[in-house]
């Protein structure tokens, strides 16, 4: 066991983290399992074992931004089997198909409204806010929203598709704010009903629908968060999709994290407890699935926004769980918890970015740009 804790001590003090140290990110450990439950099992049991309460961190965002920076997660993938069994099922399989597409709205977005109305802004929204001048997560996704619709170039009397609806957040501002009919698909049968009671009066429609089955012409097309759910596999016959339900002069915007290499597999303890077959995409992959298919106009990073955002959440979430007291037990809180501030961690050290895409089909002549709004530019 001695040798096991040494070896955890090295590794983490070679990126200044301790343990039982004073800092907010060193790590306070309960139990002694913990270090050759870590060596076995990689990242996942490192999740687990927080979840269990083997150990405990002040400031776990970071802890996080430690971890990533100096690149300790690559050590634990060279030296855990478990993540090469990931990989070649990745290799082998479409985590993602047709068949199995709804997985994630039935783990992940189902696990219930109540959760994501007490931790998500006023209008439901689960993506990255903008937050250049605003001051709370509510004005940052009033900000991001209105940038969406402005750099799509938005008009009343449009026809907008959004493939991956959520709770409707887009659909009904674009709608209320912009004179457009949204025609919104979602996994989520939660997020579904939300969306269509949400949206109820206004000039938008929400179907449960997996973005393959789709077909129509749409002024515009956008997907907010949605592309991590598409799986490599899977981008090129998405791209396919958008192209074929954009009209010949519309723009499509994609909005989506997007990581700083390939991979092929996600993360084993967020496959496993977040977003099952989920997966971020790169640059390259982007590029290969939409080559021959559209010109890229614009490419946008604000990642470091999404650190706001998810520490936001996370304060909502601890701020309201005795609300929750009754439907999610303390290994759920730790759960999430978790879930959240480690994900802060991957945006702040720049391991993760957060990327917004306008495509065109032919090029637009004379070039792109979107309208200005003084209130967030």
Same mark, same amino acid.
């Given at each position: 066991?001695?040798? &096991?804790?040494?070896?955890?001590? #090295?590794?983490? $003090?070679?990126?200044? %983290? ?33 979840? !269990?309460?083997?150990? !405990? ?12 920076? =100096? ?11 478990? /993540? ?81 609806? *959520?709770?409707? =957040? ?11 009919? +949204? @025609?919104? +698909? ?17 000039? %938008?429609?929400?179907?449960?629908? !997996? ?25 090129? $016959?998405?791209?396919? +999709?958008? @192209? ?5 002069? *519309? ?35 982007? *590029? ?6 559209? %010109?890229?106009?614009?490419? @946008? ?23 929750? #007291? ?5 290994? &759920? #809180? ?28 032919? *090029? ?6 979107? $309208?200005?709004?003084?209130? /967030?530019?």
């Amino acid at each position: 066991m001695a040798d &096991f804790k040494n070896t955890i001590e #090295k590794i983490l $003090k070679s990126v200044d %983290v301790e343990i039982n140290g004073s800092r907010p990110w060193d790590l306070q450990v309960h139990d002694e399992r913990f270090y050759s439950r870590v060596l076995s099992g990689g990242s996942l049991a490192f999740g687990e074992s927080y979840m !269990d309460g083997w150990w !405990d961190c002040k400031a776990l965002d970071q802890l996080s931004e430690k971890l990533l920076s =100096g690149h300790l997660d690559k050590q634990v993938r060279a030296s855990n089997p478990s /993540f090469f069994l990931v990989l070649i099922r990745a290799w082998l399989l479409n985590p993602q198909s047709k068949k199995r597409a709804y997985i994630v709205g039935e783990k992940h977005y189902d696990v219930g409204n109540d959760l994501f109305s007490l931790m998500l802004d006023e209008r439901m929204n689960y993506s990255c806010g903008y937050w250049r001048n605003a001051e709370n997560l509510n004005q940052a996704q009033i900000n991001k929203l209105d940038l969406i619709c402005r750099k799509m170039h938005l008009r009343p009397g449009m026809n907008v598709l959004e493939i991956g609806c *959520g709770w409707g =957040g887009f659909a009904k501002y674009a709608a209320e704010n912009y004179g457009v009919s +949204v @025609h919104g +698909v979602t996994i989520s049968e939660q997020q579904a009903i939300f969306a269509q009671d949400s949206c109820e009066g206004l000039n %938008v429609s929400i179907e449960l629908k !997996d973005y393959r089955e789709l077909n129509g012409q749409y002024d515009s097309i956008v997907s907010v968060g949605m592309f991590e759910h598409v799986g490599y596999k899977n981008y090129k $016959k998405y791209m396919e +999709v958008v @192209h074929r339900c954009l009209k010949e002069d *519309g723009l499509f915007l994609l909005h989506t994290i997007g990581r700083n290499n390939s991979r092929h597999a996600t993360e084993p303890w967020v496959n496993k407890y977040i977003f099952p077959n989920g997966m971020t995409p790169s640059v390259q992959q982007i *590029g290969t699935a939409s080559e021959g298919l559209f %010109v890229v106009e614009d490419w @946008h990073n604000f990642g470091q926004d999404y650190d706001a955002t998810l520490m936001s959440w996370n304060k909502n979430f601890q701020n309201n769980f005795d609300k929750l #007291k009754d439907l999610y037990d303390d290994r &759920f #809180k730790r759960m999430w918890e978790y879930y959240l501030l480690m994900c802060a961690g991957t945006f702040r050290s720049r391991r993760n970015q957060l990327w917004q895409l306008v495509m065109s089909k032919g *090029g637009l002549k004379g070039g792109y740009t979107y $309208k200005n709004n003084p209130r /967030f530019d």
